[in-house]
């Protein structure tokens, strides 16, 4: 087995709340900087920005996984990984219609920028990618699986946003793939709390809205080479492959 | 002041949980966010949300709430109804929005 340092979860200029530092080209600069093998594009709401990430990613011998973070009806943040290009696509097309029609006010929130690798704007999006979709946990995790892709609720440990604050507890039953605590907290405290979760596989992600965040902490995945299908066994602790948060 | 009585006198649905009709109500709790209602809510409280998910039974059965009235014509999801009919603690419903849902509820207990 061989060891990838992954940070899964990263904006790019497309989130309103992230700085206009964060275009592709310089969050994979970052991320080699960083020592990171792996790294995934989770823009809210928009998988927009991924696809030129992967590609200039490619280039640069760093893998990039392309979802989003989403965020469900009852204000959780989820992240969602899909593997094929059709995948990600359909599942833009699910929250081009679950996001509620309300627009972004600049002055407010902030850019929401598509761009291309010389970071000249494509497309700027109109409705504001911070609202909550109109569509459940339960009703987003079975899209993400019916897409084949893989689903971990985000920051599980946080006071906002996740489905602690949102919901009390993570129910022992859900459906997930893994799940992600944020930097403020370890695994063991995180259990201390929560030990009917002890047999989930959990990562650590930065959340990265600015540059300097990239890869401040991260996930080791054992595993044989960089593809998306290990990387979800990985993340399943299956066939001898397994993520350790260090 | 029982479930039943409320429902009645604010015109609400029931979804489930029929048996816990005759829950005693001491008060009322309105939040949206499950960690605060697990924190602050207490016994016998009506709690006022808006959250469908099946976690809210959990919570009214740990913080053993009378009922819970569910505004602007959500519906329980499938997990909460049947959770609701095994708690025996009623999911009611009302098309009001949760301001005027507080109000009335806050009247008719003072009124008692």
Redesign the interface.
Known sequence: MKTFRADLHIHTVLSPCSDLEMSPGNIIAKAKEKNLDLIGITDHNCTKNCHITEQIGKEQGIMVLCGAEITTK?EAHCLAFFETPENLNDFQHYLDTYLPDIQNDITKFGYQLVVDENENIIEEIDKLLISAINQ???EIESTIHGLNGLFIPAHIDR?KFSI??????V?ADIKADALELSGNTSKNKFLENNPHLKDFSFIQSSDAHYIHQIGTVSTLFFMEQLSFDEISSALKSKNGRRVEIR | MKVSDIVKELGLKVFSGDKGLDREVTGGYSS????D??GDSLEGQVWITL?????VM??ASLKELAAIILVKGNTP?KDMAGQSNIENIPVLGTNEETFSICGKLFKLMENK
């Open positions: 009852e459940n946990m339960d006071l602690t604050s949102q919901l009390g507890f129910p | 949206d966010l499950l960690s209602v697990m959250q469908t998910h099946k976690n959990a919570i999801e």
